[in-house]
């Protein structure tokens, strides 16, 4: 860990445990409200009120995209970094959560990108390919009737992409118009990338 992500995390955590945590002036704000006030203060140990309201959101996000945990750790903190530094640009025109969704998502992405032995690429068919036209579509309500245990495994055996796309869409109830602003795509490639993970991760998980 680089010396600033440790002197980031000390501000954010030492929040003046006696103001913000015994009395705390800021609990009844909103997330929007709260971030308001840190962009015109640049605080900071305001900040991170913010960090612990959204800390396990992000690191599960981030998780979908890493080999470890020390990784979607690392990527998490990376995550909060760099949305201290740009959190001015949330302009109120969404939920805060469904942004920070969007910034966390494409943070991961940029982050594979980079890494050239992960480099993600898109493989995305058109819809028209015979091949898929013909194949059977997967139900939700399959998904809905696996064994978590193996639920878990298989999550685990299919790409972090195809992971990513699942866990927004049934896990955090990301509707298609959302999930077509998050990955910036259009809505048809949306639905393939779906339909693709789903007919993997049932693929694999009648493997186990």
Known sequence: MTFL??????????????????DDPYAH????????????NNNPLLFGKL??????????KCYG??????EAEDLTQDVFLQLFIKLKMFKGK???????YSFTYNFCVNY??????????DKSIPVEDSEYKLSVEVPDESLYE???????E????????????LLLKYQDGASIKDLVNLMEIGESAVKMRLKRAKEKLMEIYNTL
Do not use: C, G
């Open 5 to 22: 992500k440790r002197l980031f995390l000390i501000l954010i955590h030492n929040n003046d445990k006696n103001s913000l945590e015994t």
């Open 29 to 40: 704000l909103s997330d929007e409200e709260l971030v308001k006030k840190i962009v015109a």
């Open 51 to 60: 960090y612990d309201r959204y800390a396990k959101m992000v690191y599960n």
């Open 65 to 70: 995209f890493a080999r470890s945990e020390d």
């Open 94 to 100: 969404s939920k805060f959560s469904t942004w920070l």
């Open 112 to 121: 594979v990108n980079r890494n050239k032995q992960r480099k993600m690429s």
């Open 146 to 152: 696996m064994k978590a245990s193996k639920l878990k």
């Open 154 to 165: 298989a999550l685990e055996l299919i790409s972090p992409e195809e992971k990513s796309i």
